[in-house]
């Protein structure tokens, strides 16, 4: 599947100035099952994301709920995944798979020619810094909004005008690229360009259609 727009047709926008980049599998390749896995097992780990339901429960702390605060919660109401919970906080290093060098390519070559550029992801402030010790090319960007030090998350609208804030550019002029439909489709909605990344050749294209030198 290419990368699409979910840019509404009916508007002309303000051409583009600025992206705004989600992290997690557009920039860095994230697997939560692998740091369940790596305390736990394969098995186990298969077990819990089959079983529990991990992304309402993660999203709460990428909204700025505590981690030991998500642990009590998990014993009080799902005290059978409580030991699989732990294994994802204490291992959540494995769980940061690597990097996508060629999309890290056009944040690159944006950087070059002056772009505004700004991170805007739902990640846990206790985990973030783990992310920033082992992605460097993290530095490029002009800001990260993190969710989780914010205490909201996407896609919720007041984050992604923060994004534009701390770009500094109005949100008109900005496009986001993000993994998650829904995440795009509400960033359109305040009137930015959304795309849904599923791969670095077809962003380029659509970055360079959009009037941005890739």
Same mark, same amino acid.
């Given at each position: ?16 100035? +600025?992206?705004?980049? !989600? ?27 089959? +079983? ?62 002056? =772009? ?26 002009? !800001? ?43 960033? =359109? ?26």
């Amino acid at each position: 599947m290419g990368l699409s727009s979910t840019t509404d047709p009916t508007t002309t926008p303000a051409p583009a100035a +600025g992206v705004v980049w !989600d992290l997690g599998n557009v920039l860095i390749d994230w697997d939560p099952r692998a740091a369940v896995a790596a305390g736990l097992g394969e098995a186990e780990a298969g077990r819990f994301f089959d +079983g529990f339901d991990f992304a309402t429960w993660n999203h709460d702390c990428d909204a700025g709920l505590s981690w030991d605060e998500a642990l009590a919660r998990l014993e009080r109401e799902h005290p059978q995944w409580l030991q699989h919970g732990r294994a994802y906080h204490e291992h959540f290093a494995a769980s940061l798979v690597g990097e996508h060098a060629d999309t890290i390519g056009l944040l690159r070559e944006l950087r070059a020619a002056g =772009v505004p550029q700004v991170g805007l992801t739902n990640f846990s402030a206790e985990l973030y810094p783990q992310a920033q010790a082992k992605f460097p090319f993290l530095d490029l960007l002009d !800001d990260v909004v993190v969710s989780g030090a914010e205490r909201v998350a996407k896609p919720d609208p007041a984050i992604y005008r923060l994004a534009a804030e701390r770009c500094g550019l109005p949100l008109a002029a900005l496009v986001f690229v993000d993994d998650k439909p829904g995440n795009a489709a509400a960033a =359109v909605a305040l009137g930015m360009r959304g795309l849904v990344y599923a791969g670095a050749d077809r962003l380029r294209a659509d970055l360079r259609a959009l009037g941005l030198p890739v």
